[in-house]
């Protein structure tokens, strides 16, 4: 396993202002553009959850082709994650765990055992573990408020501003593969 915070690709980084200051790969795959349908895999609860999801990131042009299935783990993550809290919401986090029952009486009826403890239910567990996944995958695409944060994205870009103009802003006009002027000390 690496150190340090997951690498973001150059893009990210342009809208970010290369906060850390370090020099871009602009030499990195670029994914092409394309359509986007639901994987096959997904059933219509994710379908729909793909619909409200993918579009603001493609948008963005954080949502390529190349990441179709990806993406289409977190819906199928989601919709389970989503399933589960209504369980979880009708049922509880815990049951109670009882006793033996205990020698039938006279009449012939078993009687309950008292309760001894509470377990809790395996549902909640898997929420656990899928919230952990879950903020995994919106971190990679930048959907936490706290990766949000990170991301500075001006009106023209949403409404169709290019990569280019990015790094002309970012970098006063200089496009990637020009030399970088060097300031005199």
Same mark, same amino acid.
């Given at each position: 396993m690496t150190r340090g915070p997951a690498p973001k690709l150059t893009k990210e980084k342009l809208l970010a202002g290369n906060p850390g200051g370090r020099p871009l790969n602009f030499d990195e795959p670029k994914f092409p553009d394309g359509e986007m349908p639901a994987p096959e895999f997904l059933d219509d609860s994710g379908k729909r959850l793909w619909q409200e999801i993918v579009p603001p990131l493609k948008l963005l042009g954080l949502a390529k082709p190349a990441n179709r299935e990806v993406l289409g783990r977190y819906?199928?993550?989601?919709?389970?994650?989503?399933?589960?809290?209504?369980?979880?919401?009708?049922?509880?986090?815990?049951?109670? +765990?009882?006793a033996p029952a205990g020698v039938p =009486?006279? $009449?012939?009826?078993?009687?309950? !055992?008292?309760?001894? *403890?509470?377990?809790?239910?395996?549902q909640y567990k898997q929420v656990r573990e899928l919230e952990k996944n879950l903020l995994i995958y919106e971190r990679e695409f930048g959907i936490t408020p706290a990766a949000a944060t990170r991301v500075k994205i001006k009106q023209? +870009?949403?409404?169709?501003?290019?990569?280019? =103009?990015? $790094?002309?802003?970012?970098?006063? !006009?200089?496009?990637? *593969?020009?030399?970088?002027?060097?300031?005199?000390?």
């Open positions: 819906c199928e993550m989601l919709v389970r994650y989503r399933e589960l809290l209504v369980f979880i919401r009708k049922s509880g986090t815990t049951y109670p +765990v009882r =009486d006279a $009449k012939g009826k078993t009687r309950v !055992g008292p309760i001894i *403890g509470f377990k809790e239910w395996p023209e +870009v949403v409404s169709g501003g290019s990569t280019k =103009d990015l $790094k002309a802003q970012y970098f006063g !006009g200089i496009a990637p *593969g020009n030399p970088i002027p060097i300031r005199a000390s």
